[in-house]
């Protein structure tokens, strides 16, 4: 985990995203993790929470999260395609781990993800965008209701 700190400069430094100067004097943000050298961001530039994880997947889950939009059905499909691959890699992890590892803690954590993605997964399935029992198109409301759910299912994923 990362920890993230504001502090004064008290020499220059350059923005690790931006490239901009970072003159004494000026508040910047500060990034530091276990063995690895703090990054330096100007008060410019945008953290995520993606940058805040040294987990690879919560980083990409994080990233998932934050940026993906719904606005039809097609984006409902891509997402599911998203999930559905890196439960995959998942499942290929947590099969390379030998067996006599297999009760681990990081094993029982692969696996934990794995059925949030394969819940999440079914739950978007689940989700009916296609005619209603008359034969109806649903209303563009049915269609909001059902990308908002969406939506949720995508914020409740860990």
Same mark, same amino acid.
């Given at each position: 985990?990362? $920890? ?12 690790? $995203?931006? $490239? ?54 097609? /984006? ?7 999930? /559905? ?55 563009? /409301? ?9 939506? /949720? ?6």
């Amino acid at each position: 985990m990362a $920890k993230l700190t504001r502090q004064k400069a008290r020499k220059e430094y350059e923005c690790c $995203k931006c $490239k901009s100067a970072i003159s004494k004097g000026e508040i910047y943000q500060k990034i530091t993790e276990m063995y690895s050298k703090p990054k330096i961001v100007c008060n410019n530039c945008v953290i995520s929470r993606s940058e805040l994880t040294g987990s690879e997947y919560l980083s990409w889950l994080y990233d998932l999260q934050d940026t993906f939009r719904f606005y039809s059905s097609d /984006e409902v499909d891509e997402l599911i395609g998203y999930l /559905e691959e890196q439960k995959s890699e998942l499942e290929e992890k947590l099969y390379n781990i030998p067996e006599q590892f297999q009760d681990c803690e990081p094993a029982s954590i692969l696996q934990e993800r794995i059925d949030g993605l394969d819940e999440a997964i079914s739950q978007l399935e689940q989700l009916d965008f296609n005619e209603n029992e008359d034969g109806e198109e649903p209303s563009e /409301e049915e269609i909001q209701g059902l990308l908002e759910e969406a939506e /949720e299912i995508l914020s409740a994923i860990m």
